[in-house]
């Protein structure tokens, strides 16, 4: 078992870019680095051993709690941590604790024992916050897990940082790679839950969190460090009998469910399988939907929402339904679509959320249809390019009557996108996603905490160009804090009513689409709409994205979300800074804040008021 200190060093051999147990910064020559990623002797590059079997749709789907808040935190939080504390005082507080714990992912031996996992408050998915604009609020994050060389989870690090994505978070509250805290500390998250410039059409829908630990993000997810965060609003009220006459009605309560998918490998006890060495991205053989190896839901005969999140670490889907009807499209990334549209097929890479409704009324008692994936990946670096067949069923549904009237509805507009204003545009940047001598890349450069690679100004607008650098990879890239608004997919524009289509293994672009023709528009395969907040680079790729930069100041990062790739180490930090101060290349952080940055995770924190004193020590 290696203790911590080993655990860092040798995530600086692998990432290139890690921090040094001094603090210091690694240098990484990607040449020399070459040989720490090649696997040791004798060992495959890719794990040849199939999970144990485990028999599809014999347990029920695992619907996580709703997140409920306390009275109070104590000691309070501190307001000078946060930027924005005063106009956005929380109205609500919640406790989280990030917990070791047996989660059992399927009934059968040797799945039947538990698998040691971690999660928030004792399951994974944690806890799902109902959140709503209009309503800040605070999140105290407890980190709880037992220290390395104690834990169930031996491929994990018990440090971490929880990323709300894509919230509209501080940068202090935003979960940065960098500001980990250790076993028996805390960390506050402010949550403000405002669109950004109070513009409604900024707002989002699905969200969620997950560790983003420097370096171990993709083995800490993995282990199940990750949940739901949901936005509601006045038109999406979360209440189907909403007598308010602006609300969508949309499924709610128990017909409004967040399924989260992962693939998993386990060894021949049940036990999750990490494995280090591969750095082309991890897939599993086992499909898990809220942490259950392929689970039943029984759905009364009537609408549902469903909220599809690609949990990774690795593996794209296209999702389908085994009844062949289309699905009922809402959402691209938490986005709400102009409208609704009907998609044969929903494409997700990692980190990706779509939201639909499936309507079962036309089902009877007994039936059973199912969500299947269709696409074929045989390994890290994406998709094949071929469909599976046959498609495999991941989570089955169970038609059952229906208790009541149906009283929800799917409305023919949902929300316009914000405006896109070429005048605010100060910058324009080109980020290449590449491989380099054994290396992800940005630019050619390996993710680096101190280095700034964009200085942007706060009150600005910004184009980025982001391309795939590889003709064998895919990457679907995301950018922190602010969605993107595509303006071009190779070269071909987009405008807010184009909805991106997959079919043939070939980008297509439906145009809208024309809401007064009563039926809704069609696609065969939905890639997203123009605002998402990850940007899927299949090979060869290049899209051109518009965002902005408004409200808080401070350090982001955008980095590729096959989280294997993000943590070796496709990743770059890019800053807010005031008006005048923007810049283009990079500066290390020294440069642009005077003060000698400290190491990431001594650097002064944004919560120090409210760091538990008695911090227990594990770097013996
Ligand atoms: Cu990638």
């Given at each position: 078992m290696p203790k911590r200190r080993d655990v860092l060093?040798?995530?600086?051999?692998?990432?290139?870019?890690?921090?040094?147990?001094?603090?210091?910064?690694?240098?990484?020559?990607?040449?020399?680095?070459?040989?720490?990623?090649?696997?040791?002797?004798?060992?495959?590059?890719?794990?040849?051993?199939?999970?144990?079997?485990?028999?599809?749709?014999?347990?029920?789907?695992?619907?996580?709690?709703?997140?409920q808040p306390v009275e109070r935190l104590v000691p309070p939080p501190d307001p000078r941590a946060h930027q924005l504390y005063a106009k956005f005082p929380p109205k609500k507080f919640y406790e989280i604790r990030e917990?070791?714990?047996?989660?059992?992912?399927?009934?059968?031996?040797?799945?039947?024992?538990?698998?040691?996992?971690?999660?928030?408050?004792?399951?994974?998915?944690?806890?799902?916050?109902?959140?709503?604009?209009?309503?800040?609020?605070?999140?105290?994050?407890?980190?709880?897990?037992?220290?390395?060389?104690?834990?169930?989870?031996n491929f994990a690090l018990p440090s971490t940082t929880t990323h709300l994505h894509n919230g509209h978070t501080a940068s202090e509250s935003d979960g940065q790679p960098q500001n980990w805290i250790?076993?028996?500390?805390?960390?506050?998250?402010?949550?403000?839950?405002?669109?950004?410039?109070?513009?409604?059409?900024?707002?989002?829908?699905?969200?969620w969190y997950h560790d983003h630990r420097m370096d171990f993000t993709a083995a800490n997810v993995y282990a199940g460090l990750d949940g739901f965060y949901l936005l509601f609003d006045e038109e999406d009220s979360g209440d189907e009998n909403d007598p308010d006459p602006r609300a969508w009605r949309l499924p709610s309560g128990k017909y409004d469910v967040p399924l989260i998918f992962h693939d998993i490998l386990f060894d021949e006890n049940g036990q999750v399988r990490w494995n280090s060495f591969n750095t082309d991205g991890i897939l599993g053989d086992r499909y898990t939907v809220n942490r259950k190896i392929q689970p039943y839901f029984e759905v009364e005969a009537r609408k549902y929402r469903f909220r599809l999140l690609n949990g990774g670490p690795s593996r794209f889907y296209r999702l389908a339904l085994s009844s062949g009807k289309p699905f009922c499209v809402l959402t691209g990334d938490g986005n709400v679509l102009p409208e609704p549209i009907d998609?044969?097929?929903?494409?997700?890479?990692?980190?990706?959320?779509?939201?639909?409704?499936?309507?079962?009324?036309?089902?009877?008692?007994?039936?059973?249809?199912?969500?299947?994936?269709?696409?074929?990946?045989?390994?890290?670096?994406?998709?094949?390019?071929?469909?599976?067949?046959?498609?495999?069923?991941?989570?089955?549904?169970?038609?059952?009557?229906?208790?009541?009237?149906?009283?929800?509805?799917?409305?023919?507009?949902?929300?316009?996108?914000?405006?896109?204003?070429?005048?605010?545009?100060?910058?324009?940047?080109v980020w290449e996603f590449d491989y380099d001598g054994g290396l992800w890349t940005v630019n050619g450069k390996v993710f680096e905490p101190n280095r700034i690679d964009a200085g942007v100004e706060q009150g600005t607008a910004e184009i980025w160009t982001i391309r795939n650098g590889g003709n064998s990879w895919s990457h679907p890239v995301h950018c922190h804090f602010t969605e993107f608004i595509v303006l071009e997919v190779n070269g071909r524009k987009i405008l807010p009513t184009t909805v991106q289509d997959h079919i043939g293994g070939r980008h297509v672009f439906t145009e809208n689409l024309d809401p007064t023709i009563g039926s809704r528009p069609h696609v065969s395969t939905f890639m997203g709409g123009q605002r998402r907040d990850v940007a899927t680079l299949l090979p060869g790729d290049e899209?051109?994205?518009?965002?902005?930069?408004?409200?808080?100041?401070?350090?982001?990062?955008?980095?590729?979300?096959?989280?294997?790739?993000?943590?070796?180490?496709?990743?770059?930090?890019?800053?807010?800074?005031?008006?005048g101060k923007g810049f283009v290349g990079s500066r290390s952080a020294r440069r642009v804040y005077g003060t000698p940055p400290a190491p990431p995770h001594l650097e002064p924190r944004p919560a120090n008021g409210t760091q538990q004193q008695d911090q227990s020590e594990d770097e013996s």
């Open positions: 060093r040798w995530s600086v051999a692998a990432g290139g870019a890690g921090v040094l147990s001094d603090g210091t910064a690694a240098a990484a020559d990607p040449k020399t680095m070459l040989g720490y990623l090649c696997p040791p002797d004798g060992e495959k590059p890719e794990l040849a051993t199939a999970s144990p079997p485990a028999r599809p749709f014999v347990q029920p789907l695992f619907v996580p709690p709703v997140k917990q070791e714990f047996t989660w059992i992912y399927h009934p059968d031996p040797p799945y039947g024992n538990g698998s040691g996992s971690w999660g928030y408050d004792g399951s994974t998915p944690g806890p799902t916050y109902h959140a709503r604009y209009g309503e800040p609020v605070l999140v105290r994050r407890y980190n709880d897990l037992p220290p390395v060389g104690v834990s169930r989870v250790d076993s028996g500390e805390f960390w506050d998250h402010h949550y403000a839950n405002f669109p950004a410039r109070h513009d409604p059409r900024e707002k989002l829908t699905t969200l998609a044969d097929q929903i494409y997700l890479s990692v980190a990706q959320r779509v939201d639909v409704v499936i309507d079962f009324s036309a089902y009877a008692p007994g039936d059973k249809l199912y969500i299947v994936n269709t696409l074929e990946q045989s390994n890290g670096r994406g998709p094949s390019g071929r469909t599976l067949n046959p498609p495999l069923p991941i989570l089955e549904f169970r038609v059952i009557k229906a208790t009541a009237r149906d009283p929800s509805r799917v409305p023919k507009r949902l929300r316009p996108l914000p405006h896109v204003d070429l005048a605010l545009v100060k910058h324009e940047r899209i051109t994205v518009y965002i902005r930069f408004s409200d808080f100041l401070g350090k982001y990062v955008m980095h590729c979300h096959n989280v294997v790739h993000e943590d070796h180490a496709m990743m770059v930090r890019w800053d807010i800074v005031e008006p």
